[in-house]
């Protein structure tokens, strides 16, 4: 893997003052800036891109956060907040010349509310964990995203993450109550309310997502939803991509609201199926995995009815899971996909642009021709259910040219989205990795718009700066126009 | 209006009648699950809902206030589904708007999962027309129930709010609940299987369907005889397990003991300084004096954040100026 070109060399005059600075009122342990100390830091789950942190600092209370935030502004310096470092975007990718601030050590589930349904929590646990601890209660902590045994609450926060279940349970934003932030000046704000709504603006919304732009936060409360008594998922196999596209329509058509609904490509299944043995067909183009929760009477009803849709959209077989080892078995091929394709790789690159639904099969078709255009292979998984892609690109860093041949793959994968009237990013993120097809999405004055934002909570640009929106500087010199739902701002002029 | 039946996303102008919206989604089967109040255009109590029967609303004469898809997203304003399904932000996938500098802006889209940019779309829903004029608005549709049925239990109001939050931590198809003066409404919807073993559950009196929908109509369109009074009518939005409030007055309580309505000659610190105790906000909503502000006052480091979001959007101060609080 490459470090990233620009990799800034330390100014240790700079460093020697922010640590004295820091250790002003943090312990020793809790400043580090050793090279051997601070390169766990440098990369998140995007590892393409490193760089080492100036200097990190662990925190232990909100006071501490307020204060390096203080400190930080005071000096100007800037900071990137960082939970677990599964960001797939490189959203909490470090500044050479920056402070990372870890909440690693804000592990505490302060309050689980069994009656109010809620918990309140430290934004360095764990999403599974918050799940875990409301288990014995009988509720649970719906978005799930796959990294959900290891990523943070925090980090959900900043990237408002989704999963598999977000198209019946939404995704983080609709699953929080209040916020606690501390702003770059230090001061601290809380955003929502216990009830259902909260004066003003709503800044639980524009905070949710935005990748550590505006404020850190200090703690999260979350709403906590009851255990669905019973779940089942049909398992249906298609000989073409678009039949299995058409059958993801036609079930939402049909009334139904799955609880999640998965597509998988065969190159997906292949690899899946030698990594984990899930049971799934591999001679197929495709196969669904589409869930059904509630009380015994609903499922077995949604089951049937989904199992009719799938016949009648022409799937060469279904099956309906019949226990819950049988359930969890199917699913667990699914959710290990990435790893699975990671066995058959050196390298993959992973993608996350969203489409409307009834786009899937002609998308995956240009996906296909692509893949002779680069000579890279790809592998789909897909929340089809949300119209969210994966596409998997394979490729080898060794080999001279392959990452930047993948990342203009990727690339145009992402504007292939965009004119079929969809989005760059469904829920990795923008981070670094995505910020020239900013450009793309969205006009000149959009950009603008998101950078005024931005100075109304961080005036001098310190917190996680050059991240998720790009300079129209950088616009200008990655060239590309913005182009919305497949129109050119002026579709008449002839281009060459 | 761009309808996708299948995509669940309908986009329409902001001048689009609500009533429009609503009367295409039925024909497909499918609703605003936010259940937005259309305060101003009300379908007689008899006739059936647009697109069902005949189509035998009257037209709306021109002077009648209609309410419209902007109107709704800008009011930001959730009918009884709310506590179970989600709010008007919860829907909201994309707008396009002009800002205060008459900039024609698009944030979001029509797709159910977007993270590029700030959330602008779900900042505009609620914020009452001060940081922007919606010109287009993306939602998120669903489809509507297979059966719905409602019962009636009588119970004191502790209980009430007791039985409330006990049934929403199980997995009961619940959608709607309103308790007033030992009354407690519950409505159940889904597949007929899961709502009639959710009966069985709850027990309770059944309500018949006819007076059932009227019910929860009255109380999305504040027609209910509970509204009809002039006193001050307060709305506090608070932690569900709040006890009962201990305040002068009439109340009623929706959304699971999240929302409390409350009509009342007590002054505004009284209200407010309930509100705050139950971890939420009040709001003077009709009537009453409005000197203390309509809506709940806000930290001083929230409200220089509002006032600098506000200058930034609007840097003329020119949509809406005062509408949501004095000094912006």
């Known amino acids: 893997m490459r470090p990233v070109a620009e990799a800034a060399p330390v100014d240790l005059a700079r460093r020697r003052e922010v640590v004295a600075a820091l250790r002003a009122f943090l312990p020793e342990a809790s400043v580090l800036f050793d090279e051997e100390d601070v390169k766990p830091y440098e990369c998140d789950g995007l590892s393409a891109y490193r760089q080492l942190p100036m200097v990190v600092a662990l925190p232990e209370t909100e006071e501490q956060v307020c204060r390096i935030l203080r400190t930080c502004h005071g000096m100007r310096v800037p900071v990137v907040a960082r939970g677990a470092g599964t960001g797939l975007s490189g959203g909490a990718l470090p500044l050479g010349n920056g402070v990372l601030l870890s909440l690693a050590k804000f592990m505490r589930i302060v309050e689980v509310d069994p009656q109010a349904r809620s918990a309140r929590v430290q934004p360095g646990v764990r999403n599974l964990a918050i799940s875990e601890a409301a288990a014995p209660l009988g509720l649970y902590y719906a978005p799930d995203p796959s990294s959900q045994i290891a990523c943070t609450i925090g980090g959900n926060v900043a990237e408002n993450s989704g999963g598999v279940h977000c198209l019946k349970y939404g995704l983080t934003v609709h699953n929080l109550l209040k916020l606690r932030v501390a702003t770059i000046e230090g001061g601290i704000v809380e955003i929502g309310s216990e009830g259902l709504d909260a004066a003003g603006y709503d800044l639980l919304a524009l905070m949710t997502g935005s990748e550590g732009l505006l404020g850190v936060v200090t703690e999260v409360t979350v709403k906590l939803l009851p255990d669905p008594e019973f779940a089942q998922v049909v398992m249906a196999a298609f000989d073409d991509v678009g039949k299995a596209g058409n059958a993801v329509a036609n079930v939402i058509a049909a009334g139904i609201i799955p609880a999640g609904l998965e597509m998988m490509d065969q190159a997906a299944t292949r690899a899946v199926e030698d990594f984990a043995h899930a049971g799934y067909r591999t001679d197929v183009a495709a196969i669904l995995l589409c869930e059904s929760d509630g009380t015994q009477e609903e499922v077995a009803d949604e089951i049937r009815r989904i199992q009719d849709v799938m016949e009648k959209s022409g799937a060469l077989q279904t099956q309906v899971s019949r226990d819950e080892a049988e359930r969890l078995r199917f699913w667990a091929g699914r959710k290990a996909a990435f790893p699975a394709v990671g066995s058959i790789s050196p390298d993959y690159y992973c993608m996350d642009g969203t489409i409307p639904r009834k786009r899937v099969g002609e998308v995956l078709r240009r996906i296909t021709e692509l893949e002779k255009k680069y000579g890279l292979r790809c592998a789909n998984v897909f929340h089809a259910g949300d119209g969210n892609l994966h596409p998997l690109i394979l490729y080898d860093a060794n080999q001279p040219g392959e990452l930047q041949r993948t990342e203009a793959f990727g690339g145009e994968i992402l504007e292939l989205c965009l004119q079929v009237g969809g989005t760059i990013t469904g829920e990795h993120g923008v981070g670094v990795e995505k910020i020239n097809q900013m450009c793309v999405q969205f006009g000149s004055l959009e950009l603008e718009t998101f950078h005024a934002i931005k100075r109304a909570f961080d005036e001098h640009e310190l917190l996680n700066p050059g991240k998720a929106v790009p300079t129209l500087h950088r616009c200008a010199e990655f060239g590309r126009m913005h182009v919305h739902a497949g129109r050119e701002k002026f579709p008449d002029l002839p281009r060459f | ?328």
């Open chain 2, 1 to 328: 209006m761009d309808y996708e039946p299948t995509e669940l996303v309908i986009t329409a102008r902001a001048g689009t009648p609500l009533a429009e919206i609503e009367a295409a989604l039925r024909e497909k089967g499918q609703m605003l699950v936010f259940e937005p109040p259309r305060f101003g255009y009300l379908p007689s109590p008899l006739a059936p809902l647009p697109g069902l029967g005949e189509g035998n609303i009257e037209p709306a004469a021109p002077e009648k206030r209609i309410a419209t898809l902007g109107g709704c997203i800008a009011a930001g304003l959730s009918g009884p589904r709310r506590a179970y399904a989600g709010a008007v932000r919860d829907f909201v996938l994309g707008v396009r708007l002009l800002d205060g500098k008459g900039s024609d802006l698009r944030f979001g889209g029509q797709v159910m999962k977007n993270v590029a940019g700030y959330d602008v779309s779900r900042l505009m829903a609620g914020s009452l027309g001060t940081l922007g004029v919606l010109l287009e608005v993306s939602l998120k549709v669903l489809p509507l129930p297979a059966t719905e049925a409602t019962l009636k239990l009588q119970c004191i109001e502790r209980e009430a709010i007791a039985m409330m939050n006990e049934w929403a931590g199980k997995p009961l198809p619940i959608t709607a609940t309103a308790y007033c003066d030992g009354d407690l409404g519950v409505r159940l919807s889904g597949a007929r299987t899961a709502v009639a073993a959710a009966i069985k559950k709850l027990g309770g009196i059944p309500v018949e369907p006819g007076q059932a929908e009227r019910f929860w109509n009255g109380i999305r369109e504040q027609t209910d005889p509970f509204f009809a009074t002039g006193l001050p009518l307060w709305r506090l939005s608070m932690k569900p397990t709040t006890p009962p409030l201990n305040l002068p007055g009439k109340q009623l309580i929706e959304w699971g003991g999240a929302l409390r309505w409350l009509k009342s000659e007590a002054d505004a610190k009284t209200v407010r300084d309930a509100a705050t105790y139950g971890g939420g906000h009040a709001t003077l909503f009709r009537d009453g004096n409005k000197s203390a502000g309509v809506f709940h006052p806000l930290a001083p480091a929230l409200l220089k954040i509002h006032q600098r979001l506000k200058q930034t959007l609007d840097p003329a101060g020119i949509l809406n100026p005062g509408r949501m609080y004095h000094s912006f």
